[in-house]
């Protein structure tokens, strides 16, 4: 079966410190890859989605930047956090073949502040 | 531009009540409509629904879908203080090949004993 998983649980970074948030997934391949913030009381924001290797799209202009170094890594970046850039993170899974009709799966979240 | 609403935002119920949670949308090329569960952290997948009129049903909840109206509800019975979450509702968006998910704000649902 297939897992998702995401770390760290959470984190507590100062304003202008860099960020690295990593997930990865086991149990399929070519999977599609996404990263959202959830703010408080909200529902999911799409930041990035990645239909392959290298291939990152950018939903909203922002701070962060994405990569997918390998099939089933993807990592959410920053070189210098805002405070706005605080929230809850969701890294999500989906299956790429019929894609519109698969779920996104999601890992257990990191929730990031920023001081 | 495409959107998802939900109504209520929060809810308060009391154990065994019934619930109706609405979801509403506009989207390009509808394919589908998922509702997900959110307690503590990662959100678990409910149902997707794609046909009209079709309840999709798993244990006490149970949803359904109405395409010329453009919404969705999910019922929960008997309602256990379990079912406190947030419950999400999300359409796919864009092309097709890409499976983003637009989602709605979701409705915090509180079961109290």
């Known amino acids: 079966s297939q897992t998702i998983h995401q770390w760290p649980a959470t984190l507590v970074q100062p304003v202008g410190s860099p960020l690295s948030l990593e997930c990865t997934v086991e149990g399929t391949s070519n999977p599609n890859l996404y990263w959202y913030r959830q703010a408080a009381g909200r529902g999911l924001q799409l930041l990035f989605y990645s239909v392959g290797i290298g291939q990152i799209s950018s939903e909203v202009p922002q701070n962060l930047s994405a990569s997918r170094p390998q099939d089933r890594q993807f990592i959410l970046s920053s070189k210098k956090l805002l405070l706005s850039d605080s929230g809850f993170y969701l890294c999500a899974w989906s299956h790429r073949r019929g894609v519109s009709n698969q779920p996104q799966h999601f890992g257990d979240g990191t929730r990031l502040s920023i001081l | 531009e495409d959107k998802v609403v939900q109504s209520p935002l929060s809810l308060v119920v009391h154990e065994g009540d019934t619930v109706t949670l609405n979801c509403s949308y506009e989207?390009?090329?509808?394919?589908?409509l998922l509702w997900y569960k959110q307690e503590k952290k990662a959100p678990t997948f409910l149902f997707m629904l794609t046909s009209s009129g079709i309840e999709k049903k798993s244990g006490r909840l149970s949803s359904i879908l109405d395409k010329k109206e453009l919404f969705s509800i999910l019922n929960i019975t008997a309602t256990q203080t379990g079912d406190s979450a947030v419950y999400l509702c999300?359409?796919?968006?864009?092309?097709?090949?890409?499976?983003?998910?637009?989602f709605g704000q979701g409705t915090t649902l509180q079961v109290k004993p």
């Open positions: 989207v390009t090329n509808f394919r589908s």
């Open positions: 999300a359409v796919p968006h864009g092309s097709g090949n890409t499976g983003k998910l637009i």
